[in-house]
C-alpha cells in the first residue's frame, strides 16, 4: 500500500514506562476509510498504541505522520487539530445537557445580537444540526432534545462516538477515530448500533481504529486486522485472509508472525 493514502501512519514507535516496554518497533497505518481493528490480549499495548495516536501520550521514539505529513502531539489537542478524535466512553459527554448540545459541545452555535453577549447559545440552530448529523450517520437513539443522564449506557456510547464523527467531518471531512472498547459495557443490539455506526463513518471516508476483544465485532466490521503480542505487532492482515483461529493464535502468541504488505 502507498504511503500517501494513509490517514495515519506510524513507524518505529518504542514506548517505555520506566522499565515497562509497552511498546516495541510498531509500524502501524490507516487508510481513509478503512476500519482496523487493534487485538490482542491484556497488557498487548492496544491502548498505549491508540494513547500514542490520539496525542495523550508521547512515544519514547518513532515517528508518527497524518495525511503524509510528520506530526508531534503534546496533548489530544493537537491531535484533534489534524482531524483525530478519541472516544472516550460516556465520561467525556455532560449529563444534564441534551444530545445536541453535547454533540455540538466546544462549538457551540451563539444566539444573534445582543444575546450572544451574554453566552446566550442558538439552541434550536443546534438541534437542527444535531440532526442532521445524526441522520447523516444513521443514528436514531433519541430525540436531540433529551438529556444524556436519561439515556441508556449504549446510548451514550453511540452519541459519544457521533460527536467524534461530528467532529472529524466538521473539521476536516475525513480524519481518524479511536476507539478503545466501545462495545465492551454493551448488550446486543447496542453493540450492533455501534458497528452499524462504525461502518456508516467509515463509508463516510472516516479511518477507524477498534480496540476491542469481541472477535464476532473484530470480523464484522474490519478490513483489516493488528493483532498485538507483548508490545510488538504480530500479526498485520486483511480481515478476508484471515480466520478466528489464526487471529486467536496470534493473541495467545501459539501462532508465527504474519506481517502482510
Ligand atoms: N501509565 C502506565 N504506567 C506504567 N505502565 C503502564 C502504563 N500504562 C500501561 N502500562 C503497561 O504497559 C503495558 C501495555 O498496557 P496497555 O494498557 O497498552 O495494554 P492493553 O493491550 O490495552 O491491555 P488491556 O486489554 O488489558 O486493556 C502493560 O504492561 C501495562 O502494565
Ligand atoms: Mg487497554
Known amino acids: 500500500m502507498s504511503n500517501d493514502k494513509c490517514a495515519m501512519r506510524l513507524v518505529g514507535i518504542e514506548k517505555h514506562y520506566g522499565y515497562v516496554q509497552a511498546l516495541e518497533n510498531v509500524d502501524f497505518r490507516v487508510r481513509h476509510g478503512e476500519v482496523v481493528s487493534l487485538l490482542g490480549d491484556n497488557g498487548a499495548g492496544k491502548s498505549t498504541l491508540l494513547k500514542v495516536m490520539s496525542g495523550a501520550h508521547r512515544p519514547t521514539s518513532g515517528l508518527i505522520e497524518v495525511d503524509g505529513k ?148 473484530c470480523f464484522e466490521v474490519s478490513d483489516r486486522v493488528v493483532v498485538m503480542n507483548r508490545g510488538r505487532k504480530l500479526a498485520d492482515v486483511r480481515k478476508d485472509d484471515t480466520d478466528r483461529d489464526s487471529v486467536v493464535g496470534w493473541i495467545t502468541g501459539a501462532k508465527e508472525e504474519r506481517i502482510d504488505a
Open 70 to 217: 510528520r506530526v508531534s502531539f503534546h496533548s489530544p489537542h493537537d491531535a484533534a487539530k489534524v482531524g483525530i478524535q478519541m472516544v472516550y466512553q460516556d465520561l467525556a459527554l455532560v449529563e444534564a445537557l441534551d444530545i445536541a448540545t453535547n454533540l455540538q459541545l466546544g462549538e457551540e452555535s451563539l444566539a444573534r445580537f445582543p444575546w450572544n453577549l451574554l453566552g446566550m447559545l442558538d439552541r434550536r440552530k443546534m438541534q437542527r444540526d444535531s440532526l442532521t448529523q445524526l441522520e447523516r450517520l444513521g443514528v436514531r437513539t433519541a430525540p436531540p432534545t433529551r438529556p444524556v443522564e436519561m439515556l441508556s449506557g449504549g446510548q451514550r456510547q453511540v452519541v459519544a462516538i457521533a460527536r467524534a464523527a461530528v467532529r472529524v467531518l466538521e473539521t476536516h471531512g475525513r480524519g481518524v477515530i479511536l476507539m478503545d472498547e466501545p462495545t465492551a459495557a454493551l448488550g446486543y443490539e447496542q453493540t450492533q448500533m455501534v458497528q452499524q455506526l462504525i461502518r456508516r463513518m467509515a463509508d463516510e471516508g472516516i479511518a477507524i481504529v477498534l480496540v476491542t476483544h469481541n472477535l464476532p465485532l
